[in-house]
């Protein structure tokens, strides 16, 4: 998941949980309250604010070691934080769908959730490239319609 903040002069910090170390990801789940990781990215998704916070947390800690997570705090938080999917999450969501779709020979799964995956994507090309890689290319344009 992409994390971006955006600072008061407009610029927008972004940082990749993709980057974390497993020290990272587990000193992230201890100041969330022992909460799993897996738990962790599913409130990534739903733009928790306390799990956006603790990403951007960590990262900070970073140059400032001394850095208390209960002393770290985001004013204006729903329009300063984001979460986002990277193109790997994208494929194992849509590799996900495929199979299921592929043993119902039906695309209707697919393209009910192409809204919401163009929704939380980095990018939406993420979305259309692993589309046409999973031979999906028919749903590019029906799910752009659909995010409109």
Known sequence: ????????????????????????????????????????????RAQDPTAMRAVLWI???????????????????RRRLTARLERVEIDDVLNTLVAEAISTQEDAAIDAMLPHLRKLAASQDD??????????????????????
């Open 1 to 44: 998941m992409i994390v971006s903040y955006k600072q008061d002069d407009g610029t927008v910090e972004q940082v990749t949980t993709e980057d974390l170390s497993a020290i990272e990801a587990a000193a992230i789940e201890q100041a969330m309250g022992d909460t799993p990781w897996r738990r962790v990215e599913d409130m990534l």
């Open 59 to 77: 990262f900070r800690r970073r140059a400032q070691p001394d850095l208390e997570f209960s002393a770290f705090d985001v004013p204006g938080w």
């Open 127 to 148: 979305v259309d490239a692993a589309l046409g890689e999973l031979g999906k290319a028919h749903l590019i344009r029906s799910g752009r319609a659909s995010a409109t």
